[in-house]
């Protein structure tokens, strides 16, 4: 009969989390010799009574199982156990929300490796959706996908010629390969009329996950492309190195297109920055779920003001490092609406080496706010180089299934918008700068040549001041 060792599947399955046993606060199984308890005879199936007393719904078992039985004996091709099985587990996770999945051994070695560093692929965040295609969220700097010219927002369709469905465990998986192959991907992008195909060359994508540079003696750059292991470590390390000639006056931290990565590095670097104070703290149903980070003393900016630079690609950790600084009143914030993925995924090792990405509970910023659905909103709004307004295409009010935002939150509301190039880094500085007060450079006036007459002021320019005279206010352009 199917019945009894497939129900001892099912609970052995259940009762492999730890988090999910203390939820379901399961009995222990009875000795082998022991008596049955009252009302419990002889014949009864001992599996059936593990599942009773771990609160699983029979009745939805034997539902389960029916179908089981019906797809092993009718299918219209063979299935075996091990198919069904992983689809079955896959299927528990499906529709729960974007971000939970279930991850098989090669998948789960796969994620690791991304947060340590250094994998083989095309460096590219991907969300996948319900009907098997993938969203980009950001390409990571200098990657074959950022090279290729793939863009946040993008949709890719097939991968190889091979178009993606809904269903499978990975679709991103044909993406990984051996450094120096080829992958050819067919991206659907907003405004563009037709498909089209990018070709990629995998590489060893060695993510240096932090960048730094001077902007202007005193004022310091720091450019985090994700939160990896080492993150936090190599973020110490070049911030010293900017101030080992003199301490500097102000720095920016862009965040800009950071799909984030290990919360611990972004409370790290928080805690950097901040002397005392609350960073971030998650809620879940479980104890496992709820934690609350608190900085401790210890300025490595000694109070010189911080910018941080985000837009619609700064997402979860990165989210959280943004939030922490500006509610503790310690950076302003600068450029376009964050992603706002809010939540925490907690992975949980199976026994046969396969693993599950849980949602486990919400990120909340020092105010108290939710992130989820909403994201950061800047203090100083900028929009992309050319002055047109074009809302992401993707965040994560967007996405099928995701959490919901706190009660009351207009979730999804004026979306934020893709800031690549070098005008928001000068548009942070210029606010770093006052920040620290440091008065804006006047615009140098060409003198005309010898014998040519001034120019004379245009409608747009203001005409000089006279000695004594009040200057006309501003006209906003």
Partial sequence: MRTRPLSLLIALALAASPLLAVAQQAAPAPAEDAAPPPGQDDGEDPDVAAL???KVPLEEIRRYVTVYNAIKQAYVDPVDDHTLMQSAVRGLLFNLDPHSAYLEKADAEDFDEQTRGAYDGVGVQLQQLPDGSLRVIAPLDDSPAARAGLRSGDRIVAIDGKLLLPGQSDGSAP????AGTKVVVKVVRE????????????DTIRTASVRSRMLEPGFGYIRIASFQADTAADFVKQLDALQKPAPLRGLVIDLRSNPGGLLVGAVQIADELLDSGNIVSTRGREAIGTTRFDATPGDRLHGAPVVVLVDAGSASAAEVLAGALHDNRRARV?????????????????DNGDAVKLTTARYYTPSGHSIQ????????????????RRPAPISEAELPGHLAAEAGAMEGDNAGEVLPGQKPIDAALGELKAMAGVAPVPARVAKPPPG?????PSAT???????????????PQ
């Fill in 373 to 388: 659905a909403l994201g950061i909103t800047p203090d100083v709004i900028l929009h992309p180089e050319d002055g047109q």
């Fill in 452 to 456: 040519k007459p001034a120019p004379v």
């Fill in 461 to 475: 320019s203001p005409a000089p001041a006279k000695p004594g005279a009040k200057p006309a206010p501003a006209t």
């Fill in 191 to 202: 405004g563009v009329r037709e498909p089209f195909d990018l070709s990629l060359v995998r």
């Fill in 334 to 350: 600068v450029g376009s609406r964050t992603f706002g993925k809010g939540s925490v995924q907690t992975l949980l090792p199976l």
């Fill in 52 to 54: 009773a007393a771990s």
């Fill in 175 to 178: 993406l990984r390969g051996k």
